[in-house]
């Protein structure tokens, strides 16, 4: 678990191709689904594709970004079980998210500073869309208590 402090930068390098990749795929899937909300192919491959992105998030130790990426899976769930969850602002705040989490690491391959709480507007709305009201900032912070 890394806080802001001693984020190491190499490893995120190391696989941002294959996270952007799979963002990317993601994003055009769940374009897809909206433009066609009877193909439950395309968003099941939104899923995917961020599944995977997510993945690799947890392996290099964003824990804070990885929980936005969770709470994104949850909405791209709902989006497919749940007809009345397909409102145009989910979908667009689905489109967000995606665009903020690969804006968050473009940053931190940049040089920012990992300081996942600037994530927390955006985890507060996704948990909101789901009717969930119980976002705490404490959700994105993971310390790193080993030392």
Sequence with gaps: MNTHADFDAGPLSWVKGEIDLAMRRGLESLHAFAANPRDGTKIKSAQTHLHQAHGALEIVG????????????????????EPAARAPQNFELAEE??????????????GSLNQPLRLFPLYRRLLAARGRHDADPVDLYFPDLSG
């Design 62 to 81: 964003l824990d804070g970004v990885t929980r936005v990426s969770e709470e994104l899976e949850a909405l791209l769930a709902d989006l497919e079980k």
């Design 97 to 110: 998210a995606f665009g903020a989490v690969q804006g968050y690491l473009d940053s931190l391959i940049n």
